[in-house]
Nanobody, 125 residues
Framework: QVQLVESGGRLVRAGDSLRLSCAAS????????MAWFRQAPRKEREFAAV????????KYADSVKGRFTISRDNAKNAVYLQMNSLKPEDTAVYFC??????????????????WGQGTQVTVSS
């Protein structure tokens, strides 16, 4: 079983950049597809980005495409979400998720096997 821990969330201003990290405290992420989801207050959890085990395949939600970049470092057992040009509507708790499949592009939270506890990102206007 994989234990995921997110970090990097904080209060920023609109237009700022922020990088989130997700590390496996127990387990090896190498053979997992990894994703980022987010959940704003009173809203359902929504897909942001997903990356295959090798990093060669990525997919983004339309709302973040061109602004966010998902990446991974298998040697460090970590996944990242670089967020640029942040907007107030990006405010949410961001969750890291893992799917025990090497190449996967699912966008439903139900598709994923393991989750972190989340990290809060707040973007002020």
């Amino acid at each position: 079983q994989v234990q995921l821990v997110e970090s990097g969330g904080r209060l920023v201003r609109a237009g700022d950049s922020l990088r989130l990290s997700c590390a496996a405290s127990d387990g090896n992420l190498t053979y997992y597809s990894m994703a980022w989801f987010r959940q704003a207050p009173r809203k359902e959890r929504e897909f942001a980005a997903v990356i295959s085990w090798s990093g060669m395949s990525t997919k983004y939600a339309d709302s973040v495409k061109g602004r966010f970049t998902i990446s991974r470092d298998n040697a460090k057992n970590a996944v990242y979400l670089q967020m640029n040009s942040l907007k107030p509507e990006d405010t949410a708790v961001y969750f890291c998720a893992a799917k025990e499949v090497m190449v996967f592009s699912g966008t439903s939270p139900r598709d994923y096997d393991y989750w972190g506890q989340g990290t809060q990102v707040t973007v002020s206007s």
